[in-house]
């Protein structure tokens, strides 16, 4: 068997060379920036995220996000730093999808994707911006800057609200 001269110098040091590998690559790992998208429609990293809450700020304006929620996994981020005017279509996370479409970026949902937040269903949900709380009740917003939850409900569910 044949050693290194790398591999000599690492024994010379007094580490093995396994666990220094390891080591190295996980220090690599924890550099990859996620491509993971919010249910709000921003990225990850545009977010403050620590124990109990969340804050976003995808560019000058600010977005109310108040829980980082990772919706979608993405190969490009910069489709996903839109304006939400409202729910379903007028929603960031719904114009982001569109402009990924335009631009050929891939995408796929994450966790529990689009399933009602409510009732689970995966059928006929939409994407709201929703204010209140959960243990209180959520309630529709008018202005999405009010809104501090971006869930996915169903019809039935968002009509029960
Ligand atoms: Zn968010
Ligand atoms: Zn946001
Ligand atoms: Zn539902």
Redesign the pocket.
């Known amino acids: 068997m044949t050693t290194s001269s790398a591999e000599r110098l690492l024994k010379d040091l007094g580490l093995d060379t396994k666990e220094a590998t390891e080591r190295l690559l996980s220090s690599r790992r924890n550099k990859v920036i996620t491509k993971h998208i ?1 249910s ?3 990225p990850e990293g ?1 977010h403050f995220i620590d124990a109990e809450s969340a804050s ?1 700020k ?1 560019n000058a304006m600010d ?1 109310s ?1 108040s829980e980082y929620n990772p919706t979608l996994k993405v190969t490009d981020l910069r489709p996903f730093l839109q304006k939400s005017r409202g729910s379903g279509v007028d929603h ?1 996370l719904v114009k982001g999808l569109t402009s990924a479409f335009m631009k050929e970026v891939e995408v796929e949902w994450l966790g529990s994707g689009m399933d009602c937040k409510k009732c689970g269903t995966k059928e006929g949900t939409t994407i709201y911006i929703l204010g209140g709380s959960e243990s209180a009740g959520l309630q529709m917003v008018q202005d999405p800057l009010w809104g501090r939850w971006n869930y996915f409900l169903c019809e039935p569910c968002a009509d029960n609200l």
């Open positions: 919010c709000c429609g921003h545009r976003c995808p977005c996000c960031a």
